[in-house]
């Protein structure tokens, strides 16, 4: 592939190519890449529109991914590629991952074709540890999906003060979507999940006391309200960039209003 250009090199919709022999390899395919998540929109990509074309050659997945612009973040695009290519590799065949109309798709294909890892991709332009910053943005969600959790529980409860929601548990959540992502999001960062662990947490899970929890909870919502809008925002630029993808993004999972 060229030196990446500003401009992509077709507003086409993200096409899955293949014999009917590959159709059941392109599924999973599809299935793992909806465990990628973009790190700092906490969405899975095949919901953004980010996986632009699925194919098999001789065997061998081959994946081209799409961002909103040719600007994003290096290290956010590198790491979702990254994470891309893990999915792919985890089913057991060969797969080859590459990112398109990015100012940085030379250099970060290179890297993921060599597994050269993020450092042996940037060299000395990676100032900053992949893992501290997936951790960053793993701590970020989990807040998020805590504001969602238990905002909808205050709306449940309208006679709950704020400061009440130090006493609620995890076991007090409704078994819907949002404490289920929230549950989803305890687990990766190591955290419990037992019933009776509180719902409403600081950043290393520590427990709130009454007259903390109106600022947490501000702190929470302002994060959260940042997510939704960001992810919005580049649900339309990748729309305004690849015209057709818009038959390729899914609703977002939470769609109610919860500001």
């Given at each position: ?10 507003a086409d ?11 059941p ?22 919901d ?29 695009a ?18 080859t ?18 597994d ?52 609620v ?14 549950l989803?999001h ?5 955290l ?40 919005h925002?580049c ?13 390729d ?11």
């Amino acid at each position: 592939m060229g030196a990446a250009t500003n401009e992509p090199a077709g507003a086409d919709a993200a096409a899955v190519v293949g014999s009917a022999a590959d159709a059941p390899l392109l599924e999973r395919a599809r299935a793992a890449l909806g465990t990628v998540v973009d790190p700092e929109l906490d969405e899975p990509i095949t919901d953004l529109g980010f996986v632009r074309s699925m194919d098999v050659a001789d065997g061998e997945l081959v994946v081209h991914l799409r961002l909103p612009t040719s600007f994003c973040a290096p290290n956010f695009a590198y790491l979702m590629a990254s994470d891309a290519k893990d999915a792919l590799l985890a089913l057991g065949v060969a797969a080859t991952v590459r990112l398109d109309d990015h100012h940085d798709s030379e250099i970060i294909n290179r890297g993921l074709a060599a597994d050269a890892g993020y450092r042996g991709t940037f060299g000395d332009e990676a100032d900053e540890d992949l893992d501290d910053l997936r951790l960053t943005f793993r701590r970020k969600a989990h807040t998020a999906a805590m504001e969602r959790a238990l905002t909808r529980y205050l709306r449940a409860h309208p006679d709950l003060p704020e400061e009440g929601l130090h006493a609620v548990t995890l076991g007090d959540l409704p078994a819907d979507d949002a404490t289920r992502a929230l549950l989803r999001h305890r687990r990766t960062l190591g955290l419990s999940t037992a019933a009776d662990r509180p719902a409403l947490i600081g950043p290393d899970g520590e427990s709130c006391s009454p007259e903390d929890v109106p600022w947490r909870l501000r702190v929470a919502r302002s994060l959260r309200v940042s997510m939704d809008g960001n992810a919005h925002f580049c649900r339309g630029l990748l729309r305004t960039r690849y015209p057709d993808s818009a038959a390729d993004q899914s609703p977002r999972a939470f769609q109610e209003k919860v500001s």
